[in-house]
């Protein structure tokens, strides 16, 4: 029997989480969490908002699936790596912020730290039983999004009801916008990163519109390991919660016979430089990764607001990143100091936008 505390229950990971636990007799669910939505009869223990720390000390779980959005997420992952519970992660934002401190507290608590995030699952389980020593790089898949081919010039106009609109996932409205600036992708290369231990130059992304590949895995003699599927969470989601027993899931299967033709590309950095945005700040490590998801998320809130403009997100981040003095991530202070300033400084930029 597992324990499960499932943060952020009400929204598109937290439902399809449910889900697969209630088709798992093996699977309790005994503590759920949501940002304000109420979460009522859902779980023995519950709570909308707050601390959800103190959910966590209440229900004592054997597993932590966080998927809440944003660096809300935070406290419940260190909670959850510090004390070696596993942790079901889909709240990528919280390993971007506070990367190494994740590590760090990974480490000491000596639990799991099991990816919920398509590419991330497929990574990992590409990756499980090999030496590091036999890989050469990973590759990230990118659907593109609902404007992959657009121009800059065409991006200018665009609509937040338009980003919202995904041609393959369906999602949570601020990883959706986030997949069609892509700098979901920017922040799930960083998150890569620290998953897997691997360099940045040691890490690609790729369009691939149908998103059927999730990633894939290159090794020293030349094979690539792929992993594919339809796009659907509930298979990651389930592999995490059920690691390693990889329980089956009501998910199709492929349909090769079908015809299934595979395409990839190379991203637009031009027209979607979130992506390059990320690569820099996680190359200068540190606070960096932290400023960049701040001053996004400032950015995509406005923007679904409408009160900037598609392309003015990534003028945002960008100018966050310049303005800011980042530092080395020592400890949880200093990262909530830096969320609290970039967050600050892309609120001025937005009355510039
Ligand atoms: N959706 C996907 O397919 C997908 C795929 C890969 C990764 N992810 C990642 O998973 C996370 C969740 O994504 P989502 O699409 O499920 O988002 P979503 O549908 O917007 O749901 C967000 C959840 O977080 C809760 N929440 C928001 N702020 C909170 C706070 N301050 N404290 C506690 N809970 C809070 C929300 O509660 P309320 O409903 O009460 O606001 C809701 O339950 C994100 O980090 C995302 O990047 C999602």
Redesign the pocket.
Known sequence: MKRIAL??????????AIEIIDSHPELELVAA???????DGIAPLT????D?TELLERAQPDVVL?????F??LPATLWALERGVDLAL?????LVAAGDLALAALERGGGRLLP???EHSAVFQCLEGRGPETVESLVLTASGGPFRGSTREELVDVTPNEALVHPT????????I?SATLA?KG?ELIEAHFLFGLPYERIEVVVHPTSVVHALVRFRDGAALAHLGYPD?RV?ISYALTYPERAATPVVPLDLAGGLTLEFHAPDLDAFPLLALAREAGERGGTAPCAFNAANEVAVGAFIEERIRFVDIAEIVAAALETMDLSPARDVDELLATDAEARAVAAGALSRA
């Open positions: 943060l952020g229950a009400t929204g598109s990971i937290g439902r399809q969490a949501s940002g304000a939505q109420p979460v709570q909308v908002g707050g959800l966080n998927a809440v959005v944003g809300a997420g889909a709240n990528k934002e919280s919920v995030d398509s996932w369906n999602m949570g409205p601020k990883i959706t986030d979901n922040l969470m990651p």
